[in-house]
Nanobody, 121 residues
């Protein structure tokens, strides 16, 4: 069973940047699709970015052009570089293995604690 631990969140001002990391306890080499989800306060969790084992990426329209997802299979780590942050990006961010690259796709593994991203106006 793969366990995922997110880190790198914090408080930033509008326009700032953060880099999130997702460390897997087991190998992610064999997992084709990895992604980052986020859950704003009081809202549903949604998928915002995915990356395949081959490096193909997909993004939600809300983050396209601002976020970059990547993975290092050798380090069993997935990253999310977030630039030009907006207050509406405020959420708890989680990584997981989605079953499909759409907003409300299910995820394979139990949810971790996530990492809080807060963007102030």
């Amino acid at each position: 069973q793969v366990q995922l631990v997110e880190s790198g969140g914090g408080l930033v001002q509008t326009g700032g940047s953060l880099r999130l990391s997702c460390a897997a306890s087991g190998s992610i080499f064999s997992i084709d699709l990895m992604g980052w989800f986020r859950q704003p306060p009081g809202k549903q969790r949604e998928l915002v970015a995915t990356v395949t084992s081959g490096g193909s990426t997909n993004y939600a329209d809300s983050v396209k052009g601002r976020f970059t997802i990547s993975r290092d299979n050798a380090k069993n780590t997935v990253y999310l570089q977030m630039n030009s942050l907006k207050p509406e990006d405020t959420a708890v961010y989680y990584c997981n293995a989605p079953y499909a690259p759409y907003a409300y796709a299910g995820a394979r593994y139990p949810w971790g604690q996530g990492t809080q991203v807060t963007v102030s106006s």
